[in-house]
């Protein structure tokens, strides 16, 4: 029987497609499993933005810090897709509500815009970290920041953040210390 070259290539190739799609079938209860969960956050997020729409900030801004940090992201999304100022300053203070350095990077962008109430929230929120990091994103807009009271604001966070450092090592540091003592 004679095999022409496109039925030889065929059949070299399928026992590969086979193993691809089992591969991707494999992987296909994984993959709904993700998307599940992405789903369920950014219905999460959704309901807790129409609930703070429809005037329940509380129990929005609550809701939200309650959920896992996963949400993070979805907050970050609607906060981009949104046009509306309320909406992208509650999503900075929720954001900020959960303290990771990881949201850093967003709050700085936030601080760079120019409308004081976006600003003044990420500064908030980079202040409310209270670690080094968030110091040194600090003081990375500032060095590009040309408004004198912006400067002024972000130069006091700066202070403000390095003492409340400074006082959490030091109690930190003093009830160790006390302990110590106290030890036999």
Known sequence: MHIDGRTKRMQETAPRASFVSSTLCARRPLIRERSAKMNA???I???????????????????????????????IDSYEDTTDLDIKIFVIEVISEFRLDSSLYFLRHALRKDEPRIWKAALNGMAMTESPE??????????????????????????????????TAEQGGGGNSAALRASP
């Open 41 to 43: 956050h950014e219905n």
């Open 45 to 75: 997020v959704g309901h807790y933005l129409a609930e703070f729409r429809a005037g329940r900030c509380d129990d929005a801004f609550h809701g939200l810090i309650e959920a896992d940090q996963s949400v993070i992201s979805d907050l």
């Open 134 to 167: 968030s110091v040194d994103a600090m003081d990375h807009v500032l060095s590009t920041v040309q408004d004198s009271d912006k400067r002024h604001w972000i130069e006091e966070a700066i202070a403000d953040t390095r003492a409340a450092i400074a006082k």
